[in-house]
């Protein structure tokens, strides 16, 4: 290697090093802001005061949510030097996945709690009452999480590749629904506060009703896309009828979950909800409509055969959804056949 040659892959190693460090602190930053932003729109928890000590409150949950990243490095490190034989290796991949998932329902509301006696013994004006606020406040803070992480996601090429962009236009998609419902058509209605809390509590609720709507089921075929059309077709009533049913129940979901945050999201009536449901399932199939269109020409351009098929390998899949008809990305279509 010449002097040259190593000076270039010494200075691509050190941006590395400086675009992994800005990322963390990026990410560090937008933790911060989410888990303000919770504890402002949860009801139960106060947290109030000059902007100084409201942000040593952040930073103090900050320091906290990264002590479980950090022992779970420790663990995996240590796991690693230790040579399991292939029953124990298996009965300790067992236990690890186990205790994650015990400790992503419980770590939050720990987390929150150790968050609010560390910042009494400091004299932060952090606040909690009740049990409840443990519960919804972590949620909103990770529904906000999700919200703010999405539009980065669009950025990246990996992001791209596993379809973040449609992800992002659907959480978008959810997000006018709920504004059109309360104040577009005052189908439903959001209490009067401040705007910010408003739009705040609005983006948990439309992460909420993308992660909810987005259950389904898969429809494919292994005879091409032809044959999978016909299954289309004829499944489209039961599908948007479900879809209707399905989202009309979700935003009662919504609406109930809604009454431990502050502002409110208010829909009274079953008519309504229905009504409701109704519109939201309309404007959702509609922000879809033009995806699905874009992937069926680009799935008819791409096959062998020009007719969208792909053989036994890869058939062409689609997911029902409160979206219409979703198509699987490919790692999706992977993991399915």
Known sequence: ?????????????????????????????????????????????????????QAAVALVFLVLSQLPIWAGRLAKRLLRRVRWSEGAAAAVSCIAALGMLIGAVTLGPVQWWLTEVLCDHLGLPLHISGFWPF??????????????????ACLTRKGRATGSVGRFTRLVACFGALWLLTSGLGIGRLGADEWWRSTATMAALAVLLLALAGLGATVYSDFGWPHLRSLLLAGLPFVAAFGVCAIALTLWLLSWLSTAMRPTLGIEGFGTFLWAGLITTAVLWAANLPSFLHGLRRRRHNSPTGDGGYGPARPPAVWANGFGYVWMTADETAGRS
């Open 1 to 53: 290697m010449t002097a040259g040659s190593a000076e270039e892959a010494g200075t691509a190693t050190a941006a590395g090093r400086a675009g992994a460090a800005t990322t963390q602190v990026l990410r560090a930053g937008a933790g911060g802001l989410t888990a303000w932003t919770a504890a402002q729109i949860t009801g139960g928890v106060e947290l109030n005061g000059p902007a100084g000590r």
């Open 135 to 152: 519960v919804v406040a972590p949620l909103v803070d990770l529904l906000l999480s999700v919200a703010l992480a999405m539009p980065g």
